[in-house]
């Protein structure tokens, strides 16, 4: 499989958290085609099994859900106020296409503007802050009345999902909103095929889970019971880090807590040995499914890895190494 063509595929599938159904189905077609052993749990989350060598029970996990909004309420002028999923850097929303996606399967394509959108009439066009108090979604229909986008099905709680932009460059660059953390999951079914191409029957008992409430704090809550877990997710980029978009990050402490000790040096020690490009970081701003795994009371020993992934939460990007390095260390870590 390529990953970045099967993450291109993914990411093309609206999927902000809460309404993962669709990307699910697909992923979900995409197990049975592999004759792979899976389940979706009561809150959404896709969850595959694979027997190991023997009994310890390994789990990984990757997040389908995204960032995007919901209709707050629709204004007088026919224009949409919205409420944000997840913590995007709403600056960047500014002027991205959209879809609202109505609780009776309708879709309709908007803009993110702010309200001092044009530059020839609003003093502050350029300098209004970008926040949801000053911003709407102007929809690509003929509507100036509250009524008149009431008749069309759209009201208060419809999803908002943006437009991902996913472009790949011919020298390895993939670039696209929510490669955090579609490009992970990517990854993870890169590995299944790996690991089915080459006969690879694991050392432990394999749990992956794709997690589906991530940006919004509770994705990987509540899991099956797992002796450890590895969440595969962007490593962050900027400031005084390590990391860049060719290399696959371990993380040693999040904002909520430390990874686990032996875990994340067998992570760092494999990928020396491995001879691949990685960085050790802390992420000063970040949590992720193995945090909500603990939070949720889970007896887990944590750990934390994923592709670098270039100026997260606004227009992403990673490159094809950064790829190449996680899966190799996964593959690796798999087999030690
Ligand atoms: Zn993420």
């Known amino acids: 499989m ?12 609206p999927s902000p958290s809460g309404y993962t159904k669709n990307i699910i189905e697909f992923l979900k077609q995409e197990c049975a085609s592999k004759h ?7 809150k ?20 389908v859900d995204t960032l995007g909004a919901m209709v707050r309420s629709i204004s007088a002028d026919g224009t949409l106020k919205f409420s944000g999923i997840g913590g995007p850097l709403l600056p960047t929303y500014d002027g991205e296409y959209c879809y609202v996606m109505t609780r009776d399967g309708q879709t309709f394509t908007g803009t993110f503007l702010s309200n001092a959108p044009a530059a020839h009439v609003h003093k502050e066009a350029r300098t209004m802050a970008r926040t949801e108090e000053n911003m709407h979604i102007r929809l690509d229909e003929i509507v100036k009345t509250k009524d008149d986008v009431k008749k069309l099905g759209i009201g208060p709680g419809d999803f908002i999902a943006l437009d991902p932009k996913i472009v790949i460059t011919p020298n390895g660059f993939i670039k696209s ?5 579609k490009i992970s999951v990517a990854i993870l079914f890169s590995l299944l095929d790996h690991l089915k191409a080459n006969n690879i029957i694991p050392k432990h ?15 990987a809550g509540s899991i099956p019971d797992l002796d450890e877990m590895i969440a595969v997710d962007m490593g962050c980029i ?50 992720s499914d193995v945090s909500a795994a603990l939070r949720g009371g889970n007896d887990i020993k944590g750990g934390l890895i994923g592709p670098g992934v270039s100026a997260s939460h606004g227009m992403e990007r990673s490159h094809s190494d950064a790829v190449e390095n996680t899966l190799k260390l996964l593959i690796g870590y798999l087999q030690a």
């Open 2 to 13: 390529n990953t970045l063509e099967f993450a291109k595929k993914i990411l093309a599938i």
């Open 205 to 219: 008992d394999l749990t992956i889970i794709i997690s589906t409430y991530e940006e919004v704090s509770h994705g």
């Open 36 to 42: 792979l052993d899976h389940e979706i749990t009561q």
């Open 44 to 63: 959404g989350n896709l969850i595959i099994r694979l027997k190991g060598q023997d009994r310890y029970r390994l789990g990984l996990s990757a997040h």
């Open 177 to 181: 909103r929510f490669l955090d953390d």
């Open 238 to 287: 900027g400031e005084d880090l390590s990391c860049t978009e060719y290399d696959v990050s371990i993380c040693a402490k999040d904002a909520f807590s430390p990874y686990d000790f032996d875990v994340t040096n067998r992570l760092v020690n494999l990928a020396k040995e491995l001879k691949l490009n990685y960085v050790l970081d802390i992420y000063p701003m970040y949590s």
